[in-house]
């Protein structure tokens, strides 16, 4: 039987890796195979944000890559991937992908994404937005790339940090189209 196309996570140097590891956390559940490329700051960001190191994660993925690794399989069109999701996506990494730059594997393989016509989620973790973020993600929501700002649901009243991170890391799974027990949607009350 052939391996399934995996979905391609990708995981820069902004503050949100929480939520990377969690949506890792369910693509593994899911059985999803995950091809993951993390960039050098994203590993500091990591052990600052989470005490792991980035080996921690090789447990959650089917293959890991560097960030300087262009001539990965995921940096072609030629090789099937499912999805990609890049969480958190700096700015920097947005704009790179919003203009055409693909000088890292992260942003080549964005690019393969948007060429191929595959689905591409972005997570900018990010406030305020300034004016060219908001018309760099204005560009990329154009081509079709979902932007998930990492906003937290407060309707479903979380009560700790790990709540709005499932829940986060729940709504990047919808859009990859992989099931999940992340978090509860919508509940309407009794009046």
């Given at each position: ?12 140097g ?7 590891v969690r ?37 959650l ?7 300087d ?10 090789r099937?991937?499912?999805a ?18 693909s ?9 393969v994404?948007l ?13 305020p ?21 990492a ?11 790990d709540?709005?991170?499932?829940y986060l ?13 992340l ?9």
């Amino acid at each position: 039987m052939a391996e399934k196309p995996p979905v391609v996570v990708g995981v820069t140097g902004a503050s949100g890796v929480p939520i990377a590891v969690r949506v890792l956390e369910g693509l593994k559940a899911a059985r999803v195979p995950v091809a993951l490329v993390t960039s050098e700051a994203a590993r500091a960001v990591l052990k600052e944000e989470t005490d792991l190191e980035v080996d921690a994660l090789d447990r959650l993925v089917a293959r890991r890559y560097d960030d300087d690794d262009l001539g990965a399989p995921i940096a072609s069109g030629s090789r099937p991937t499912r999805a990609m999701v890049v969480v958190p996506c700096s700015s920097n990494t947005v704009a790179k992908i919003a203009l055409g730059l693909s000088d890292t594997l992260i942003t080549r393989a964005a690019h393969v994404h948007l060429k191929e016509r595959r689905p591409l989620v972005l997570v900018p973790r990010e406030t305020p937005l300034p004016t060219t973020l908001l018309r760099n993600l204005t560009t990329l929501s154009e081509l079709g790339v979902v932007i998930l700002v990492a906003s937290p649901a407060y309707y479903l009243r979380p009560v700790s940090i790990d709540d709005a991170t499932r829940y986060l890391a729940g709504k990047v799974l919808d859009h990859l189209g992989v099931p999940h027990a992340l978090y509860a949607g919508w509940r309407t009350r009794p009046e």
